[in-house]
């Protein structure tokens, strides 16, 4: 039996010895401690959507009270050919928030991933012109929103539009169209739903550079009369990076342009980069190296310590400013389920999340409800 002794700082202060493989406590729903505070959310993949994943679903239902669709709601998954849009896996999601009354997001309408290559050419391969690509993008806002009016609650507009450095990244929707792009999709969205909320999201966001970016393109665009209600800062972070201050630094400055500050997409890798701090780039894929996937058989225990310790220590910053924060959302419900276990080396074994790959809660998700209900 695998023991962790773990020595909590600050609202812990005593020891706490806990097992992986003989944890029994009942766990506080989530949704339960953080309430009044921020919503709690998770993605879901399509098996867990249509309802084969039995065992995942008791955990949605019991722990969070905010959903958002994993890639069914991505352009390539919506319409994979002009005007032909396939709504199927997305109105099963839709429908599976309405019936358990969880705070729906739509991901995404504008990404340069993830985006059909027709979007960005004519019938003969040709670089589509600035009209042409706005009115495509125009209609695809129009009918995807449109179709969700009043029932998904807020949208991630805009995904990944600004680099490490804080500069605009040369996608395709930029070199075509240039930075307007942006203030476009935003447009298009609010005429489509009045009432949803409008969200801009990003990873890397603790850096100094493209916190500065962000903020810069969020002010410009309130300027322009433009609605932006937040900002997402896609919490895919390691052991050691980035700092907690670095982190809490953007979360403050995000806050100080007057939209709210949500966490997208946490989970917390503790395998090896092949580069460190690569960010969320689903471009980058590195070659399997037996060398950086070295916890097949379970993690050591010190390995385990630090996980928790870097849960709880984001879950302190989080409640910290939980006036400025709308809502937390981990990408995935089990370790089996994270995109992690195939990036960005395929076919490894990472354990990011809050549930293990046997639909138990992890030890420190029982601490993360002490912690809430201390200062």
């Not at 669709?69 to 319409?79: G, H, I, P």
């Not at 225990?301 to 981990?330: G, M, N, P």
């Not at 074994?349 to 601490?367: G, H, I, W």
Request: charged share 25%.
């Amino acid at each position: 039996m695998r023991k962790i002794v773990l020595i909590l700082l600050g609202c812990l202060s005593t020891v706490l010895i806990t097992s992986y493989t003989n944890y029994t406590s009942e766990t506080i729903p989530l949704k339960d401690v953080f309430k009044g505070k921020f919503h709690i959310g998770v993605a879901l993949n399509t098996r867990q959507i249509w309802g084969r994943d039995t065992n995942a679903l008791k955990i949605v239902k019991t722990h969070f009270n905010s959903v958002v669709a994993e890639n069914c709601m991505k352009s390539m998954s919506l319409q994979p050919r002009e005007g032909q849009f396939q709504f199927r896996d997305a109105d099963q999601f839709v429908e599976f928030a309405a019936q358990n009354n969880m705070f729906t997001i739509g991901h995404t309408l504008i990404w340069h991933s993830q985006a059909p290559r027709w979007f960005f050419v004519d019938e003969h391969g040709n670089e589509v012109s600035r009209e042409v690509l706005i009115e495509r993008m125009k209609n695809h806002i129009t009918t995807v929103v449109s179709r969700y009016k009043g029932r998904i609650k807020g949208w991630d507009v805009v995904n990944e539009a600004i680099l490490d450095d804080g500069s605009f990244r040369k996608s395709k929707f930029y070199t075509i169209i240039g930075e307007d792009f942006i203030r476009l999709a935003f447009e298009f969205a609010h005429a489509a739903d009045p009432q949803a909320e409008l969200y801009y999201n990003d990873f890397s966001m603790s850096l100094e550079g493209k916190r500065n970016g962000v903020v810069s393109m969020i002010n410009k665009l309130k300027k322009q009369g433009v609605r932006v209600t937040g900002i997402g800062m896609q919490g895919h972070v390691g052991l050691d990076y980035p700092k907690i201050s670095d982190f809490e630094k953007s979360m403050l400055a995000f806050s100080g342009t007057g939209a709210k500050v949500m966490i997208t997409e946490l989970d917390v890798t503790v395998l090896p980069n092949p580069r460190r701090n690569t960010g969320a780039d689903i471009n980058q894929n590195y070659e399997y190296k037996k060398a950086i996937n070295p916890y097949i058989d379970g993690l050591p225990d010190a390995v385990e310590a630090k996980l928790q310790d870097r849960y709880l220590d984001f879950f302190r910053l989080f409640l910290k400013h939980h006036d400025k924060i709308s809502r937390v959302t981990v990408w995935g419900v089990t370790d089996g389920d994270s995109w992690l276990n195939n990036w960005p080396v395929f076919g490894r074994k990472d354990y990011p999340l809050l549930f293990d790959r046997q639909y138990k809660a992890k030890p420190f998700v029982e601490m993360i409800s002490r912690i809430s209900t201390k200062k």
